[in-house]
Structure formats: C-alpha cells, structure tokens
C-alpha cells in the first residue's frame, strides 16, 4: 500500500509524507517539528515510520525544521549540493544538517532510497536550486513539482509519467496584480523564475497528462492572492475546454495550505 499525506502547502510552510507499510520519505520539512509530531499522532504515525528527507529548494517555508528533524530522528537529507549550501546560509534554519547525514542529488539522476526510486529534476525558480522529484514505488509513479516559474519540456515529461501529481497553483493572476504588493514582488511571482499561476497549471495539466493519470493535487495556493475554491473552478474550468473532468477522469483534490489533508491511499 502506497499513502500520501499533506502536512501544510503554502508560504507558512510546507511538508508531505509519502509511505509504504514499511518505509516513508518526508518531501520537504517546513513545518516545525512539535505540529508535525501531533498532526502524525493523529493519524497513527510517528517519526520512526519516516526514514528519509527529500528537500525541493532553500527557501524558509520548505527547510525550517529540515535540520532538527534530521538530528533529532537521525534521518539523512536528499538534495542537490546548491541547496545544501543555500540551507547553510538560510538563517531561518537554525540547527544545520550534520554533514555526515547529507546526500547529495543530482538532476536526472535516480537514486534508489528504500523502498522508493526516486528521480530528481529541475524546476525554474529564484532560490539557489529547485528540483521537482518522480517517485517509483512498484508500478505506481508520484510527482511533485512546485515553485515553478514556468513549465519545462523536462517537467511536461515528467507529468505525462505521473499516476500521482502534486502541481503548483500558487496565485490567480488578477488577484496578484491587483493585491497589494509591492510591483517588484509582482513582477518576481510571475516571473519565468516565480510560481506557476492557476491558469499555468491548468494547462500544464490538460496539454500532458497520461492516460494513467489517477490523482492532482494542487499545492503551493497564496493566502494573499488566490482562494482554494478559485484554483478549483479555475482549474476545473480550464481542463473542461479539453474535455477533461476533474473528479472523474482523475481524483482532484485542492491541498491545504496550515493543516494536514488526510490520508490519500493511492493504491486505490
């Protein structure tokens, strides 16, 4: 049995667990380490069903606690060298990944952790570096891209190989415009080297999608310019217009961004 479970999706922090009956792998370690220990309770988890950290990129919200997890539970830490030494400098990570519990990644490059084969690639974004990464287990295939500026022919791929999708759909791009910030923060989400607006990922979604397509979820929503029932139209309206069906041609399902989601079997 593969399970996912979304432990926080935004700017406030970000965490997902995937697992097995045996083995886990936390993607990204944003969230601090007391809520997860709970929010793992609550489910009938704990840290001992994790064996692995997965890290997308260095920004706060997906790194805070990466180093204090890693510590306090011995769990070594995947990700490119660009981001082990963006986490060395981020002062939002106070306790630091011990060396010898750093692995280095590279993009392209599979790596077999456990039970998972796990399939770093890369994603446009303004931090030091920024993977997206496809997990095998048995014949099922898990993918998460996001903060993602703009779509690449390497993450188009990597969605069409998808049974599972986590996609970024950070921002309506009215709302962002019309919002408060400031223009150069403006101009820096929807950059080429930004988030991926609803629109974005909607098309992403329709234009590659395989026929094994089983799950979306969406991730990454602003708090300050978009809505999660605004990317769900959105998106819903937007793969309609290919003649897809959300919800009925695959499960679909809009990430919270402060609180766990629940137990997705995607075995099922």
């Keep these: 049995m593969l399970r996912f479970i979304s432990f926080g999706s935004g700017s406030s922090g970000n965490c997902y667990v995937l697992y097995t009956d045996t083995d886990g792998i936390m993607i990204d370690a944003g969230v601090g380490v007391r809520s997860l220990k709970k929010h793992l309770r609550d489910y009938g988890l704990s840290f001992s069903r994790i ?7 260095d920004h706060a919200d997906h790194i805070k606690s990466v180093g204090s ?30 060396f010898e519990l750093r692995c280095t990644v590279q993009p392209d490059v599979p790596v077999q952790i456990g039970e998972f084969l796990v399939t770093p690639f890369s994603v446009p974004h303004d931090s030091s570096d920024n993977v997206g990464y496809q997990i095998e287990v048995g014949d099922e295939h898990f993918c998460i891209v996001t903060d993602v500026g703009h ?5 188009a791929e990597h969605i069409r190989r998808a049974d599972h999708l986590v996609i970024e759909a950070n921002h309506d791009v009215e709302m962002l415009m019309q919002g408060p910030y400031p223009q150069h923060l403006k101009e820096r989400i929807s950059s080429g080297s930004g988030h991926l607006n609803n629109t974005a990922c909607a098309h992403a979604i329709a234009q590659n999608m395989g026929s094994n397509l089983r799950h979306v979820w ?23 217009s290919y003649g ?10 809009v990430l919270k961004r402060t609180m766990p989601t629940g137990v997705f079997d995607l075995s099922l």
């Design 51 to 57: 064996h692995s950290i997965l890290i997308t990129h």
């Design 69 to 98: 997890i890693s510590h306090d539970y011995h769990l070594p830490v995947y990700a490119t060298q660009d981001v082990h030494d963006g986490i060395d400098r981020n002062y939002c990570v106070s306790r630091k990944v011990a």
């Design 151 to 155: 779509v690449t022919p390497v993450i």
């Design 218 to 240: 969406l991730c990454h929503l602003s708090e300050e310019n978009n809505h999660p029932e605004l990317a769900r139209k959105t998106v819903e309206a937007i793969l309609r």
């Design 244 to 253: 897809i069906v959300a919800g009925h041609d695959f499960q679909f399902e």
